[in-house]
């Protein structure tokens, strides 16, 4: 899977999606783009899955007709240790997640 992870997630966190082929946002050039031109390039430049924090996101954007998924870590902030907690979960379903889709992934 090809990932993006949003700017509002620490680049410290891509060493978790290892297995995966990971980029942050400043990695793509695309640092300040607003979502909705995020979401273009993404599907542009090949991406499978936006990471964010941005709980917000899915009210904000209509994903339905988009060949993509956003997976959003439902953390109370951008910290590694918070990120790390949800990549189990995050390895487990990562297989069922369906383009057109977000997701919510948070701790029990």
């Not at 995966?20 to 300040?32: L, S």
């Amino acid at each position: 899977m090809k990932i993006l992870l949003d700017e509002c997630v620490t680049k410290k966190a891509k060493p978790l999606f290892s297995e995966h082929e990971v980029y942050t946002v400043a990695e793509m050039g695309f640092r300040g783009l607003k979502n909705g031109k995020l979401l273009t390039k993404m599907e542009c430049s090949g991406f499978d899955i936006l990471i964010t924090i941005d709980k917000n996101i899915d009210f904000q954007q209509n994903i339905g007709n988009r060949s993509l998924t956003i997976v959003i870590f439902d953390v109370l902030k951008s910290n590694l240790r918070y990120i790390d907690e949800l990549i189990p979960m995050f390895k487990k379903q990562i297989s069922t997640f369906e383009k057109g889709k977000t997701y919510r992934m948070y701790k029990l």
